[in-house]
């Protein structure tokens, strides 16, 4: 097993090198200062401004912030939703596609505009180019500024005083967009395409099988079929199949793909182009696309603690809260990866699996691809779940109940470990606010944080933000649980089955959209549920950060004295990390109890 922590500490290594510059550059160019790509960018942000009438020297108010924040997602929303109704009248429709319903409509609109993208559908069989691009792939790059947006909001509140504003939402909206977003995704896209994801304008293409097959009415595949393509009968054991279709031809589907996966997973946002997302092989056909889209799944979420830090002028502050996310990372990846390396005792039942690594993956390759095998499809459920990106390449359905157990967990705690762009790092900064006020109460002084006192106006919307999203995934699941028709929609029974309901909503309140399949959620009920579960998780907390921004301005600074906790030492990021895991065990262990772990207590006999 030591290779496949070689693999991973070469992810890692990659990941750190690559972000530390990017947190340079994204806070350089969110500040306004001159960067490496001003000269390109500088007009078309100038024309952007001027024909939207933006004033970029505005300062904002926390409220008016919010305003702009709230009436430009629902304009998004609507206008998603309205592409996504009205495709069947829409050109970029090549295979003719209908338009949605309005129950699953609504639902693919909130979960895109809220960086969810939940998906209870199957891409390539659903949408055109069109709407891909111009509803979906639009809404991968505004709804991660989004998020981005309000973390730079939060980070003037903390070094600004008087009341000085907060900064022009509209400004950090093309800023992000056009400084970060774009080119990144610009890149990507270029190189993914380079390694065979598909980009054009065409529909789906048919190829000649070199071996034709044998389907019965119900579409299964005929094993042993002997076929004969002349007469077109299929025998087996010399019996004609009466109602057999043979098939000569594979569809396979084009589009816009590249484009999309790149911003996908540099925007966490994670909705895939076509249904089995990554785990498809023209969304990720090889290893060296597999790295790509792996690395940036994570690569700006980890940028943003090292910007934090330039920011703020504290760039122990930005390392503190680094190294808090990544040790959870780092415990998450080894809890995984010897589970699923390890496989079930099921699995090695009478010999019949062959779990040794002699030659061969070993462990639980069920649900996962060939191509790449069990350390990658680990390490990207980790980073997927760990980020708000629930993109996959792996059934997650089909992990071992530990390995189920840690993609659960990482969304539980809020996807605060390193999580969504933007989101995650305002979620992580709600706790550590939570984190010094604990503190605080233990040595009787007033907690600070970054030069600014924390009193009860800042503690109650911290509070807010960290049981935002277990209040509304505990709600959501707990209201599916009440009505007798969800268990129907479910594919198992038992401890399993409570899992995938667990998960399903704990993806929707995490706002990640990964699936733990096996679950029918295309169904009018759950579609509406669950586009309630993403709205709370998504805009409670902003509401909730912004106005600490607000509170936070309008404080003068405090001068560091001997009894001033630090928070850039090994003791906070201990803390920090011990009151992520606390708030996360306190409101989830039942839940989890039911489900993974009494699956998992049930496996080891």
């Known amino acids: 097993m030591a290779h496949v922590f070689i693999e991973v500490a070469l992810d890692l290594l990659v990941l750190v090198l690559l972000a530390y510059p990017l947190g340079g550059y994204i806070a350089k160019a969110m500040t306004g200062e001159r960067t490496f790509m001003g000269k390109v960018v500088k007009p078309i942000e100038g024309g952007a401004y001027r024909l939207l009438r933006i004033d970029p020297s505005e300062e904002m108010g926390w409220r008016r912030y919010l305003a702009c924040v709230l009436a430009f997602s629902a304009a998004s929303l609507i206008v998603v939703m309205v592409l996504l109704m009205c495709q069947g009248w829409l050109p970029g429709n090549p295979n003719g596609f209908s338009g949605m319903s309005w129950d699953l409509a609504l639902n693919t609109a909130v979960s895109f505009v809220t960086n969810t993208n939940w998906q209870a559908y199957s891409g390539e069989t659903t949408l055109g180019w069109l709407v891909q691009a111009v509803g979906l792939g639009v809404q991968n790059f505004l709804t991660p500024a989004v998020g981005m947006a309000v973390l730079f909001a939060l980070i003037r509140g903390f070094v600004r005083t008087k009341g000085e504003g907060l900064g022009s939402f509209w400004v950090d909206l093309i800023r992000g967009t056009l400084y970060v977003f774009l080119p990144l995704s610009l890149v990507l896209a270029i190189?993914?395409?380079?390694?065979?994801?598909?980009?054009?304008?065409?529909?789906?293409?048919?190829?000649?099988?070199?071996?034709?097959?044998?389907?019965?009415?119900?579409?299964?595949?005929?094993?042993?079929?002997?076929?004969?393509?002349?007469?077109?009968?299929?025998?087996?054991?010399g019996q004609t199949v009466d109602d057999a279709s043979i098939v000569t031809q594979e569809a396979v589907p084009q589009g816009l793909a590249a484009s999309q996966v790149a911003i996908k997973q540099l925007g966490t946002n994670g909705g895939g182009y076509f249904g089995t997302n990554s785990a498809y092989p023209l969304e990720n056909p090889n290893a060296f696309t597999d790295f790509l889209e792996l690395i940036s799944i994570l690569l700006i979420p980890a940028a943003l603690c090292f910007a934090f830090g330039i920011c703020v002028k504290s760039k122990k502050q930005g390392r503190a809260l680094f190294a808090a996310m990544a040790i959870c990372l780092v415990i998450s990846l080894v809890i995984m990866i010897v589970n699923e390396q390890g496989g079930t005792a099921q699995l090695a039942q009478g010999g019949s699996?062959?779990?040794?690594?002699?030659?061969?993956?070993?462990?639980?390759?069920?649900?996962?691809?060939?191509?790449?095998?069990?350390?990658?499809?680990?390490?990207?459920?980790?980073?997927?779940?760990?980020?708000?990106?629930?993109?996959?390449?792996?059934?997650?359905?089909?992990?071992?109940?530990?390995?189920?157990?840690?993609?659960?967990?990482?969304?539980?705690?809020?996807?605060?470990?390193?999580?969504?762009?933007?989101?995650?790092?305002?979620?992580?900064?709600?706790?550590?606010?939570?984190?010094?006020?604990?503190?605080?109460?233990?040595?009787?002084?007033?907690?600070?944080?970054?030069?600014?006192?924390?009193?009860?106006p800042e503690m109650r919307m911290s509070v807010l933000v960290c049981l935002a999203t277990p209040v509304a995934i505990l709600v959501g699941s707990g209201v599916a649980a009440l009505v007798p028709q969800v268990a129907g929609y479910l594919g198992n029974s038992g401890a399993h089955g409570f899992s995938e309901l667990l998960y399903n909503f704990s993806s929707a309140g995490g706002n990640n959209g990964s699936s733990f399949a096996g679950m029918l959620s295309n169904t009018t009920f759950l579609n509406v549920l669950l586009s309630l579960v993403m709205l709370f998780a998504r805009f409670v907390p902003i509401a909730a950060v912004l106005s600490i921004a607000g509170g936070l301005s309008g404080k003068r600074m405090v001068a560091t004295s001997a009894g001033t906790l630090s928070t850039t030492g090994p003791m906070f990021v201990f803390l920090l990390i011990f009151i992520v895991i606390l708030v996360g065990a306190l409101s989830f262990f039942p839940a989890l109890a039911l489900g993974p772990v009494a699956e998992f207590l049930g496996s080891a006999v």
Not at 194 to 214: H, K
Not at 410 to 415: P, S
Request: proline share 4%; net charge negative; glycine share 16%.
């Open 353 to 456: 699996v062959d779990l040794s690594t002699v030659g061969q993956a070993g462990g639980n390759m069920e649900g996962k691809e060939s191509r790449f095998g069990i350390a990658s499809s680990s390490v990207w459920a980790v980073f997927t779940t760990a980020a708000s990106s629930g993109s996959v390449n792996c059934t997650m359905d089909s992990l071992t109940p530990m390995g189920g157990f840690v993609p659960m967990v990482l969304m539980e705690l809020g996807e605060v470990v390193f999580g969504g762009v933007g989101s995650g790092l305002y979620g992580m900064l709600g706790f550590a606010i939570l984190t010094v006020f604990v503190a605080g109460l233990m040595v009787g002084r007033t907690p600070e944080f970054l030069g600014k006192k924390i009193e009860p």
């Open 191 to 237: 190189c993914l395409v380079a390694g065979g994801v598909p980009e054009s304008l065409s529909g789906t293409r048919y190829v000649t099988l070199d071996e034709p097959i044998a389907v019965d009415a119900a579409g299964d595949i005929i094993e042993g079929a002997q076929i004969d393509t002349n007469t077109g009968t299929v025998t087996v054991d």
